[in-house]
T-cell receptor
Framework: NAGVTQTPKFQVLKTGQSMTLQCAQDMNHEYMSWYRQDPGMGLRLIHYSVGAGITDQGEVPNGYNVSRSTTEDFPLRLLSAAPSQTSVYFC?????????????FGPGTRLTVL | DQQVKQNSPSLSVQEGRISILNCDYTNSMFDYFLWYKKYPAEGPTFLISISSIKDKNEDGRFTVFLNKSAKHLSLHIVPSQPGDSAVYFCAASDNYSGAGSYQLTFGKGTKLSVIP
């Protein structure tokens, strides 16, 4: 099992560019989510999905889009990158209904927007 | 408004001694609490959790204590080892949608340094 994988590991964008951060899991988890981690801010939820075809917003959704066409994949799209989106992005997954919401995290994507 | 608070950004402990990391929460609807450990350039990894119906959970060197009346939990690491040096995140969950899809709310983290 590869667990949760994320690509790319690093990315530099210019303001206004768009890109997609990829996330995949091979554990057949229903629940997937995206977080961003900023210095001194902990992990903040961007978007989440409870299954294929179902997504919802988290705490900081502005500037990001998601879709979930398969159980395995949950890409995060930046439509028009801004310097405020410079951050480390983590994808996570878990079984829905798992008491305690224990989530498995990917290794992260470090994004810099110039 | 921060629902999960870790008020100590950093903590230094001598190897072999006890490390105590603290966490406070405000939302009484939280029903599970988790601790994650994070090394630089890696994703967070699950460490230990506790249900709100318990007041203590133990796993090897790690013990989590929950005081519901004070809305406070703590993680004890005994004995502390240099490999424990990492950022520790406290997280809380509730059955957000009622469909068993638990969201996590994280604290800002505490950086633990264990000195050899």
């Amino acid at each position: 099992n590869a667990g949760v994988t994320q690509t790319p590991k690093f990315q530099v964008l210019k303001t206004g560019q768009s890109m997609t951060l990829q996330c995949a899991q091979d554990m057949n988890h229903e629940y997937m989510s995206w977080y961003r981690q900023d210095p001194g801010m902990g992990l903040r939820l961007i978007h989440y999905s409870v299954g294929a075809g179902i997504t919802d917003q988290g705490e900081v959704p502005n500037g990001y889009n998601v879709s979930r066409s398969t159980t395995e994949d949950f890409p995060l799209r930046l439509l028009s990158a801004a310097p405020s989106q410079t951050s480390v992005y983590f994808c996570a997954s878990s079984y829905s209904g798992q008491a305690g919401g224990r989530q498995f995290f990917g290794p992260g994507t470090r994004l810099t927007v110039l | 408004d921060q629902q999960v608070k870790q008020n100590s950004p950093s903590l230094s402990v001598q190897e072999g001694r006890i490390s105590i990391l603290n966490c406070d929460y405000t939302n009484s609807m939280f029903d599970y609490f988790l601790w994650y450990k994070k090394y630089p350039a890696e994703g967070p990894t699950f460490l230990i959790s506790i249900s709100s119906i318990k007041d203590k959970n133990e796993d090897g060197r790690f013990t989590v204590f929950l005081n519901k009346s004070a809305k406070h939990l703590s993680l004890h690491i005994v004995p502390s080892q240099p490999g424990d040096s990492a950022v520790y995140f406290c997280a809380a969950s509730d059955n957000y949608s009622g469909a068993g899809s638990y969201q996590l709310t994280f604290g800002k983290g505490t950086k633990l340094s264990v000195i050899p």
